[in-house]
């Protein structure tokens, strides 16, 4: 069992619309929990981060934790082309703190 | 981002050779990450610093990779005897916060 899931996708949505992406996690002692955005030919870019369950809310992004199901997810209001990109699920602290344990990422593919 | 920077931004090299890869986190960071990104893969953790000492290098493949942070700033990751499954993206990252790692560009290492 891989310790961060995604599902690979890839995930296309139109224009406006709700993007929702999912990711399951195995170390149940792990405490921080973090969304990046990959686009093609770059590094990853951290665009949400949260540690405690419910929901984060950041203009058009908001996280979601539940740590009793072990899952975190990310929507994405009012979907745009410029958020087609590969996002990257990514876990941190429990039992290796100090390291981020990152999921295989979903393809997301806004199309107008 | 957040002043990390890595040289060479791309490097080829023959099978055999050895290979040192450069980071640079301009803005001063205690912790630093090193990451391995293969094509359609999450980023791997490799190795992480607190200052010059490693307190967790549980993420080097094998013997042939290393990595040095001799004055807790600049980080060398030094590889061995290179072989064509080394070829990947190899990511730096440094800390704001907890555990937020923010990455700089990346050197695309191609072992041919």
């Known amino acids: 069992q891989k310790e961060v899931e995604q599902n690979s996708g890839p995930l296309s949505v139109p224009e406006g619309a709700i993007a929702s992406l999912n990711c399951t996690y195995s170390d149940r002692g792990s405490q921080s929990f973090f969304w990046y955005r990959q686009y093609s030919g770059k590094s990853p870019e951290l665009i949400m981060s949260?540690?405690?369950?419910g929901d984060k809310e950041d203009g058009r992004f908001t996280a979601q934790l539940n740590k009793a199901s072990q899952y975190v997810s990310l929507l994405i209001r009012d979907s745009q082309p410029s958020d087609s990109a590969t996002y990257l699920c990514?876990?941190?602290?429990?039992?290796?703190?100090?390291?981020?344990?990152f999921g295989q990422g979903t393809i997301l593919t806004v199309h107008p | 981002g957040a002043g990390v920077s890595q040289t060479p931004s791309n490097k080829v090299t023959e099978k055999g050779k050895y290979v040192e890869l450069r980071c640079d986190p301009i803005?001063?960071?205690?912790?630093l990450y090193w990451y391995r990104q293969s094509l359609g893969q999450g980023p791997e953790f490799l190795i992480y610093?607190?200052?010059?000492?490693?307190?967790?290098d549980s993420g080097l493949p094998n013997d042939r990779f290393f990595a040095v942070r001799p004055e807790g700033s600049v980080s060398t990751l030094k590889i061995q005897r290179t072989e064509r499954g080394d070829s990947a993206v190899y990511l730096c990252a440094a800390p704001q916060g907890n555990t937020e790692a923010f990455f700089g560009q990346g050197t695309r290492l191609t072992v041919v």
């Open positions: 610093f607190q200052g010059t000492g490693a307190a967790d």
């Open positions: 949260i540690y405690s369950n």
């Open positions: 803005s001063g960071h205690t912790a």
């Open positions: 990514a876990v941190g602290g429990g039992t290796s703190y100090g390291k981020l344990t």
